[in-house]
């Protein structure tokens, strides 16, 4: 793997309120290449969107990064002065969001918001940057993009409004992404364009892209690796297939069982007990120890470290190489 | 199981009036405007069974759930349940009966329930209104009961709905609708707010208290892959119209409509068998101007002149000229199969 675009290291985020101190991102490491799609699973509060939001500087107060790193091609950005932060923004990193019709200024024409963008980060001029703005929305599959760049955002569907999102992120040439559930709001059948779009912009453009969100036929479809997260950690990451297919952490093993397929007919789906844990009571240990049908003295102890398994990183106890031979074979 | 069926829909029909006010009409010289959100719509669901209809956003599916249990009038067709029909002005004393077997389920657990109550007088409004159970000590005992039905403590009955989880308040809601002994329940989207490990857990108390109860459902939902698991037989819904009727398994197996076919292409593959995908064209157009004749016809790979021309009517649970004119292969979807 060629150097990465992006590199997260043990960063922790933390909400300062007046009864206690709450840990939303507790030491999440991950990197992604260029061109790479890394795709971050979980359930709501598991702090996907939080670590989207720290790697864009975006965490605001009371809310902040209190430890581990963020770098941008080598470059470190999670302790810049808010205004050098704001010139990487939009530059180097873009965020997408779930929502098109709230990204999008419901006062401003489409094309507006898209040349003032790119006359925000790139030197051009009026027409240069319409021009650009055009070939922007060819690029991201708006028919007759020179008639509907003077169009309002409540003049385009939402699948529509979805691309023009994306043709904002677009417009500096960012090196990374951040695509926050850039699907959920959408229908199946437009889902998949939208889906099918990113995937062909990251590979295209060799950009560096996180896709956060909470559906696994959406990362299966388009991630190459994927992590799982559970209340603010990772619980495994790894290729796409294997993690999809042979779920090791027994969160991600339930988490999978739990989702409706098309091809199975179970008779019962999967079903983890419990929910996930409030940020203000998050158990001593492995944070999934209550809800774990394997938990051992240890998991209550003790919080386990990501450890390297069959190409993968898993943070479970069970499958440390002590209790790897005794246990990971009852777990199958 | 009775020879008719439980819940009977003929060729319902809802008009919304979306004309501009009649002032901007004489200035602009508009002319009234009408949408069609339901589109004469026909099927019949078993006691027992639970009968999906899927379809994207604005195609009529949560009209067509409000105008089954009577929340939004019809401006056509006819409604029978349990042999009473729920729009005969004579049949008032009968349908005021039957109110009481028949509840909803909503999508959104945190707007459907009220914020000021707490959850055991939330449950037992419907008891009270009913006068399912007499005397307070006995309504106090229901609630306990329905409480641990849906896997709930009876002391959280104390509790008000903002100290529950989504998937907690949707168990309240689950409760409060089997309150009334209910034995038809309409789901709207009951798990789409929801994450899927808690997804799974109330599809699959759903699916345990109708095998105790032999509750009827009319599930709605957009997402195919819980249909499949909920379902006995599935409508799939386009623009106000059935496209397509027929068994669950049948339906995955062998969907026989394009739109079918297009709407389980679309969704994404899990298994990573590596499918070829026909890319999916389009999106669903605006309901003021539907297109002409078949409103599938704009986004169908199929359509030919007379698609363009003439609405089709339901053959065999399919309502499509290629299907009826043997123009569509009916090999089953590989990957499907």
């Given at each position: 793997m060629s150097e990465p675009v992006i590199s997260v290291r043990n960063l922790q985020v933390e909400f300062v309120t007046r009864r206690a101190t709450l840990r939303a991102i507790d030491g999440v490491s991950f990197d992604i290449a260029k061109g790479e799609v890394l795709g971050v699973v979980g359930e709501s509060g598991a702090g996907k969107s939080v670590t989207g939001a720290a790697i864009i500087g975006l965490i605001e107060p009371p809310g902040r990064i209190s430890g581990g790193e963020i770098l941008l091609n080598g470059r470190r950005i999670d302790n810049l002065p808010p205004d050098e932060m704001r010139k990487v923004r939009g530059r180097k990193v873009a965020m997408i969001?779930?929502?098109?019709?709230?990204?999008?200024?419901?006062?401003?024409?489409?094309?507006?918001?898209?040349?003032?963008?790119?006359?925000?980060?790139?030197?051009?001029?009026?027409?240069?940057?319409?021009?650009?703005?055009?070939?922007?929305?060819?690029?991201?599959?708006?028919?007759?993009?020179?008639?509907?760049?003077?169009?309002?955002?409540?003049?385009?569907?939402?699948?529509?409004?979805?691309?023009?999102?994306?043709?904002?992120?677009?417009?500096?040439?960012?090196?990374?992404?951040v695509a926050d559930e850039p699907t959920t709001a959408l229908d199946v059948s437009v889902q998949a364009q939208i889906i099918s779009l990113i995937k062909k912009l990251g590979r295209e453009r060799g950009m560096a892209v996180m896709l956060v969100t909470h559906d696994m036929g959406v990362i299966a479809e388009t991630a190459d690796r994927v992590a799982v997260m559970y209340a603010g950690r990772v619980a495994e990451i790894g290729p796409v297939r294997d993690v999809v297919q042979r779920p090791m952490h027994p969160y991600a093993k339930g988490l999978m069982g739990a989702i409706p397929t098309l091809e199975a007919s179970a008779e019962r789906l999967v079903q983890i007990p419990g929910s996930m844990p409030r940020l203000s009571s998050i158990p001593q240990g492995c944070a999934f120890n209550p809800r774990c049908a394997h938990a051992f003295a240890r998991c209550f102890i003790e919080q386990p470290a990501p450890l390297p398994v069959e190409g993968r990183r898993v943070a479970c106890h069970l499958y440390e190489a002590d209790m790897a031979a005794k246990t990971v074979e009852s777990v199958r | 199981m009775s020879p008719r069926p439980y819940v009977e829909v003929t060729d319902l029909r809802k008009t919304f009036d979306v004309s501009k006010p009649w002032l901007n009409r004489v200035i602009e010289r508009s002319p009234r405007q009408f949408l069609k959100a339901v589109d004469g719509v026909s099927f019949d669901i078993k006691k027992g069974e639970t009968f999906a209809l899927v379809g994207e956003s604005g195609s009529g599916k949560s009209t067509v759930a409000k105008m089954v249990v009577g929340l939004l009038g019809a401006s056509g067709g006819e409604v029978t349940i349990d042999g009473v029909s729920m729009m005969d002005p004579n049949q008032r004393a009968q349908r005021a009966q039957l109110r009481r077997r028949m509840q909803m389920i909503f999508q959104d657990p945190y707007a459907s329930l009220n914020p000021r109550w707490r959850v055991d007088r939330i449950i037992a409004e419907p008891i009270r209104a009913f006068n399912v159970v007499e005397g307070e000590a006995n309504i106090v005992a229901r609630v306990g009961e329905l409480l641990t039905l849906v896997g709930l403590h009876p002391d959280d009955g104390r509790k008000f709905p903002h100290e529950f989880s989504g998937g907690q308040r949707q168990r309240v809601a689950i409760a409060r609708a089997l309150a009334s002994n209910s034995d038809f329940i309409v789901c709207d989207e009951p798990t789409s707010a929801l994450d899927v490990s808690v997804q799974a857990q109330i599809l699959n108390l759903m699916r345990d208290l109708q095998q105790k109860f032999g509750l009827t459902y009319l599930f709605i939902s957009h997402n195919l892959a819980v249909v499949r698991h909920m379902a006995t037989r599935i409508g799939v819904m386009y623009l106000g119209r059935l496209v397509e009727v027929s068994d669950s398994k049948e339906m995955f197996a062998r969907p026989r409509?394009?739109?079918?076919?297009?709407?389980?292409?679309?969704?994404?593959?899990?298994?990573?068998?590596?499918?070829?995908?026909?890319?999916?064209?389009?999106?669903?157009?605006?309901?003021?101007?539907?297109?002409?004749?078949c409103t599938f016809h704009p986004r169908c790979p199929l359509a030919n002149e007379r698609c363009r021309a003439e609405a089709p009517a339901a053959i065999d649970g399919v309502a499509c000229h290629a299907v009826a004119e043997g123009r569509i292969s009916a090999a089953p979807q590989p990957a499907l199969a």
């Open positions: 969001f779930q929502d098109p019709l709230t990204s999008l200024n419901p006062l401003f024409r489409v094309g507006e918001q898209l040349i003032e963008t790119i006359r925000t980060h790139l030197p051009m001029n009026e027409r240069q940057a319409r021009d650009r703005a055009i070939e922007l929305l060819t690029e991201v599959g708006i028919p007759a993009p020179e008639k509907r760049i003077d169009g309002y955002p409540h003049e385009f569907s939402g699948g529509m409004r979805q691309r023009v999102v994306i043709a904002l992120a677009l417009c500096a040439e960012p090196d990374f992404i | 409509h394009p739109y079918t076919r297009m709407l389980l292409d679309a969704v994404p593959d899990l298994a990573m068998s590596g499918r070829q995908r026909i890319p999916v064209a389009g999106e669903i157009p605006n309901p003021i101007n539907p297109p002409t004749g």
